[in-house]
């Protein structure tokens, strides 16, 4: 994972700035670590200000409520960064190997929670235990590889367009999104499901 | 400075702590819907001897709903000697006060009430009809409902039973093929009456009275002092109530009604703001009396704390992200790593919508549901809104007991362009 990270990122980035570390957690896991940038001054004002707008036009549209209430949450977390990089940027307690520590145990922790969580949510389903546990393969697959994908893109972004975005990444689309695709599957396969059993009302008959 | 982070580390855990009880509490309910044994409702009895009915249907400005609810009562499967149909207009400024005379002067067993005062709401109009209902077993119905033939036998032969005090039934939207919203609404609707009501009747807890498609026993209320006019979830009140006093609310699945669900997000915030503000006023109101009740068992108590606090939980959940971007920001990213996927584990499982992922699931492969589970994964939206909305309401009651505010009810705007068909 980290090998094929290191490779994309180094198409953008010095290969030499790129180093593997080992951390321990659970077992040994491998994280990246590469020289990350300090926002300047001026930027971290006209994130500030453009976080600040955009709260107020969006509170001003007429999109709908959770759209509205999604997007301040997201300003809200850049303004909040955007603040503490002006008042006291030295007091900003990451660098990118932090973040990548952070990102990956977090990661760890979801492929570990996975199983248990569709674990929980498929036993009470009376379907088929083999293809309950090829879906719960398939979601830690496609974690997995959505994992890299987001991990390359985080450390990217961080390294060309500052810290300041950390919380951001890491809040909008760190754990949160990972429970998205999780539930996504999960209700494909039960709405699978429910159209296969539907014709059966043996299965049902203590409804009927 | 360490002590500020102890705390912000202890409020993190308590949160991910709360966040797995009510997970636990939900897969309880789902495993009991999938494998416990199913308790039936009444509706099977055949009896000879039905009870005397006054069906209360309160109104405000709800011309574009009342004709079609009146024509269905009037059309239901009930001795008509033993039925009556009472139409509270709470000072409607629209057609409403001419329709329900019209019905009044056309069919016997109509009567109108007319109510001219600016303090208002359904508590309110409900008192209004309790003055004047005759029968034994009052059924309540809003005027967006379209109740089927059959209801008013299903709902009151419940009674024969002494033990119950009321019973409510299903409610299942009739628009939720118009929007998102009303989709989202009807897989919440789905998770809350064909999962979780239905288990707590199954597992003997507290199933909750819904103020609508539902009964009570109309001496009973008579005799604990009719409804409060400053609650605004009076069925919450009422369910608390009579637990409390050693009475039972029953739980029908199969006595279905449909309703019409707001179509508009603006219309569903107030309705949770309204929602979460009276449920918390009735926390604070019937917590103690529920622990120290002699009538409830243990479960029951359990089961109805629980209960009690559902619309606390999106509060503590929007303190919890506060507290986790805090402790994010001050470097303590250690307790981070594990604990926050907990956190989200929780949010998402919890208050996806008011219930798991899995229970809605469950519920819609119950109803026989197929293509509208896959909205699931969409419901992180509404996870947003319902979270503020309902915080904001849970606030508003804090400061109504504090200061002793007394709310104005506030009516939910009805949606209806002609006539439902059956």
């Known amino acids: 994972m980290n ?83 002006i008042l006291m940027p030295a007091m900003f307690p990451y660098i990118i190997e932090n973040f990548s520590e952070l990102y990956i145990k977090t990661e760890v922790v979801i492929w570990l929670f996975i199983p248990l969580l569709m674990g929980i949510a498929f036993s009470s389903l009376p379907s088929n235990i083999f293809t309950k546990t090829a879906v719960v393969v398939l979601t830690i697959i496609y974690s ?37 695709y999780i539930v996504g599957l999960y209700s494909l396969y039960v709405s699978n499901y429910a159209s296969k059993i539907g014709k059966d009302l043996r299965i049902w008959k203590w409804l009927s | 400075m360490e002590m500020v982070v102890l705390i912000l580390k202890i409020y993190f855990v308590f949160v991910v702590f709360v966040m797995i009880v009510y997970t636990i509490r939900h897969y309880v309910f789902v495993s009991n819907r999938m494998f416990g044994e199913q308790r039936i409702c ?32 009037v059309e239901a499967d009930y001795p008509k000697e033993k039925l009556e149909i009472i139409v509270v207009n709470d000072n409607s400024t629209d057609t409403t006060a001419t329709i329900i005379d019209e019905y009044a002067s056309k069919y016997p067993n109509i009567k109108s009430v007319h109510r001219k005062s600016e303090d208002r709401g359904k508590p309110i109009a409900l008192n209004k009809g309790l003055e004047v209902a005759k029968g034994e077993i009052v059924v309540i119905f809003d005027a967006d409902y379209l109740p ?60 909750q009275y819904g103020g609508t498609v539902g009964g009570f026993r109309r001496e009973l209320i008579r005799s604990l002092g009719n409804f409060d006019p400053y609650i605004l979830t009076e069925d919450t009140e009422l369910t608390f109530r009579l637990f409390v006093k050693g009475w039972k609310v029953i739980y029908a699945n199969r006595v279905e009604c449909y309703e019409e669900s707001p179509e508009v997000w603006r219309v569903r915030a107030r309705q949770l703001r309204r929602w979460s503000r009276g449920h918390t006023r009735v926390m604070f109101r019937y917590l103690m009396p529920l622990i120290i009740s002699k009538h409830l068992s243990f479960r029951e108590k359990l089961d109805g704390s629980l209960l009690l606090f559902v619309y606390t939980v999106p509060f503590i959940l929007l303190t919890g992200i506060i507290d986790c971007v805090t402790l994010f920001f001050l470097g303590k990213m250690e307790i981070l790593s594990t604990m926050i996927v907990l956190l989200f584990l929780g949010l998402h499982n919890t ?53 002793s505010r007394k709310p104005r009810w506030q009516k939910t705007k009805r949606f209806r362009k002609g006539v439902y068909s059956q």
């Open chain 2, 351 to 403: 208050f996806g919508n008011f219930s798991t992922f899995f229970q809605i699931g469950i519920g819609s492969v119950l109803d026989g549901a197929t293509y509208r589970i896959r909205i699931l994964p969409f419901l992180i939206f509404n996870f947003f809104f319902n979270i503020w909305y309902i915080s904001c309401g849970f606030i508003d009651a804090v400061i109504d007991v504090l200061t």
């Open chain 1, 3 to 85: 090998d094929f990270a290191k490779d994309i990122l180094s198409s953008y980035l010095s290969a030499n700035d790129i180093n593997i570390l080992e951390k321990t957690f659970v077992n040994t896991v491998y994280i990246i670590d590469m020289p990350g940038k300090y926002p300047s001054m001026i930027f971290s004002v006209c994130l500030l200000i453009a976080s600040l707008l955009l709260i107020f036009l969006i509170s001003k549209t007429k999109l709908p409520p959770p759209i509205v209430i999604w997007v301040i949450y997201l300003a809200l977390i850049n303004l909040v960064s955007s603040v503490v990089f």
């Open chain 2, 42 to 73: 009444y509706q099977d009895i055949i009896d000879s001897e039905s009870p005397s009915v006054s069906v209360l249907i309160p109104m405000h400005n709800e011309e574009k709903t009342a004709s079609q609810i009146l024509d269905l009562l």
């Open chain 2, 148 to 207: 089927p033939k059959g209801i008013i036998r299903d709902i009151a032969v419940s009674f024969n039973d002494p033990e119950v005090g009321a019973v409510m039934g299903r409610v299942i939207p009739v628009n939720s093929e118009t929007n998102l919203l009303t989709r989202y609404l009807d897989l919440e609707r789905t998770g809350g009456y064909q999962v979780d009501q239905q288990a707590r009747y199954n597992l003997r807890l507290i199933p």
């Open chain 1, 144 to 180: 997995m590889v959505l994992g890299i994908i987001r991990y390359v893109a985080f450390l990217y972004i961080l390294a060309k367009f500052s810290y300041i975005f950390m919380a951001f990444l890491f809040f909008a689309f760190g754990p949160l999104m990972d429970f998205i």
